[in-house]
C-alpha cells in the first residue's frame, strides 16, 4: 500500500470532517495549507468554551508499551456514551503527567487505573475541571527515542456480559524512526481510543503490536491509520500507527 503525501492528507482530512463538520464546512480540507488552518483553529486555546471542551488526563508512572495499550483500550471502552460524543468532538484530545497514582487517589477521583497502579486515567470531562491535577503535576517527559520491539500480543479483557460481536485479531504497527516515547504515547492514543468508539477495538480482541521503521510499503488496507503533522518537517503529514483489519484471534503470537 502506497502511503503517498495525497493518501495522508485525505486521511487527516477524514477525521477533521467525521469531528467537526461545521469547520470542514468553512474550511477547504484538500489541501495542505487548509489542514493546517483547520488544526490551528481546534488547538485554538483561546477559543471560546475551551475550559468546557473535553479533556482526558492520563498519570503515568512507569511505562510498559503492552500494558499502557491494553489500559489505553479498557479507560476507553469504559467512558460512557454520553462523554464520548463531546471527546470525539474534541479529536480525543489527552493530556499525560508524571506521577504515582497511588499516591493521588484520596485526592482525585480516576475513572480508570491500571491494576498494577502504572497509569491512571481521568475524564475525559470538562478541562476545567482537570485544572487542579493539570497544576499538581509535570507533563510526562519521554524524550528517548522508542526503539525496536518483538512482536508482542496483548488481549483486551473479555466483557462480562454478552459482547456485541465475536472477539477478532488485529495487528497495531507503529513507526519508530525518529518518533519521541513522548510522541509515541500522544499518537497511539488517539488511534487506540477512536479505534474503540468506532467499534474496531471491543472487549476480548487481540492486539499485535509490531514496530516498524516508517509504515510505507506494508500490506493494506487498514481499518484504521494515524496521521499528524510530521514532527521534523511541519508542512508535511506523516503516518505514524496503523490496525489492520480483523483477523482470527488464534493467529495472534
Same mark, same amino acid.
Given at each position: 500500500?502506497?502511503?503517498?503525501?495525497?493518501?495522508?492528507?485525505?486521511?487527516?482530512?477524514?477525521?477533521?470532517?467525521?469531528?467537526?463538520?461545521?469547520?470542514?464546512?468553512?474550511?477547504?480540507?484538500?489541501?495542505?495549507?487548509?489542514?493546517?488552518?483547520?488544526?490551528?483553529?481546534?488547538?485554538?486555546?483561546?477559543?471560546?468554551?475551551?475550559?468546557?471542551?473535553?479533556?482526558?488526563?492520563?498519570?503515568?508512572?512507569?511505562?510498559?508499551?503492552?500494558?499502557?495499550?491494553?489500559?489505553?483500550?479498557?479507560?476507553?471502552?469504559?467512558?460512557?456514551? =454520553?462523554?464520548?460524543?463531546?471527546?470525539?468532538?474534541?479529536?480525543?484530545?489527552?493530556?499525560?503527567?508524571?506521577?504515582?497514582?497511588?499516591?493521588?487517589? =484520596?485526592?482525585?477521583?480516576?475513572?480508570?487505573?491500571?491494576?498494577?497502579?502504572?497509569?491512571?486515567?481521568?475524564?475525559?470531562?470538562?478541562?476545567?475541571?482537570?485544572?487542579?491535577?493539570?497544576?499538581?503535576?509535570?507533563?510526562?517527559?519521554?524524550?528517548?527515542?522508542?526503539?525496536?520491539?518483538?512482536?508482542?500480543?496483548? =488481549?483486551?479483557?473479555?466483557?462480562?456480559?454478552?459482547?456485541?460481536?465475536?472477539?477478532?485479531?488485529?495487528?497495531?504497527?507503529?513507526?519508530?524512526?525518529?518518533?519521541?516515547?513522548?510522541?509515541?504515547?500522544?499518537?497511539?492514543?488517539?488511534?487506540?481510543?477512536?479505534?474503540?468508539?468506532?467499534?474496531?477495538?471491543?472487549?476480548?480482541?487481540?492486539?499485535?503490536?509490531?514496530?516498524?521503521?516508517?509504515?510505507?510499503?506494508?500490506?493494506?488496507?487498514?481499518?484504521?491509520?494515524?496521521?499528524?503533522?510530521?514532527?521534523?518537517?511541519?508542512?508535511?503529514?506523516?503516518?505514524?500507527?496503523?490496525?489492520?483489519? =480483523?483477523?482470527?484471534?488464534?493467529?495472534?503470537?
Amino acid at each position: 500500500m502506497t502511503l503517498s503525501p495525497e493518501l495522508l492528507l485525505t486521511e487527516a482530512a477524514r477525521r477533521v470532517r467525521a469531528a467537526r463538520p461545521e469547520i470542514s464546512a468553512r474550511v477547504d480540507l484538500s489541501t495542505p495549507a487548509g489542514l493546517r488552518a483547520a488544526k490551528a483553529e481546534i488547538a485554538g486555546h483561546d477559543a471560546p468554551g475551551r475550559l468546557d471542551a473535553a479533556l482526558a488526563v492520563c498519570v503515568v508512572s512507569r511505562f510498559d508499551l503492552p500494558h499502557w495499550v491494553r489500559e489505553t483500550c479498557r479507560f476507553a471502552l469504559s467512558v460512557p456514551p =454520553e462523554r464520548r460524543e463531546p471527546w470525539q468532538h474534541a479529536f480525543t484530545r489527552t493530556v499525560f503527567l508524571s506521577g504515582r497514582p497511588d499516591n493521588l487517589r =484520596e485526592r482525585f477521583a480516576f475513572d480508570h487505573i491500571a491494576p498494577d497502579g502504572s497509569a491512571a486515567w481521568l475524564g475525559p470531562a470538562p478541562e476545567g475541571s482537570t485544572t487542579a491535577l493539570r497544576r499538581l503535576l509535570k507533563a510526562f517527559d519521554g524524550p528517548r527515542a522508542v526503539g525496536s520491539w518483538r512482536p508482542t500480543t496483548v =488481549e483486551i479483557p473479555p466483557a462480562d456480559g454478552p459482547s456485541g460481536r465475536p472477539p477478532v485479531h488485529r495487528e497495531l504497527y507503529v513507526a519508530t524512526a525518529s518518533v519521541t516515547v513522548a510522541r509515541l504515547l500522544v499518537q497511539l492514543n488517539h488511534l487506540l481510543a477512536e479505534a474503540v468508539m468506532d467499534g474496531l477495538i471491543a472487549p476480548g480482541d487481540r492486539l499485535t503490536l509490531r514496530s516498524v521503521p516508517r509504515l510505507a510499503g506494508l500490506p493494506g488496507p487498514f481499518a484504521a491509520l494515524r496521521v499528524d503533522t510530521d514532527s521534523h518537517r511541519p508542512d508535511e503529514l506523516q503516518a505514524y500507527a496503523a490496525l489492520t483489519g =480483523e483477523g482470527d484471534p488464534d493467529r495472534a503470537q
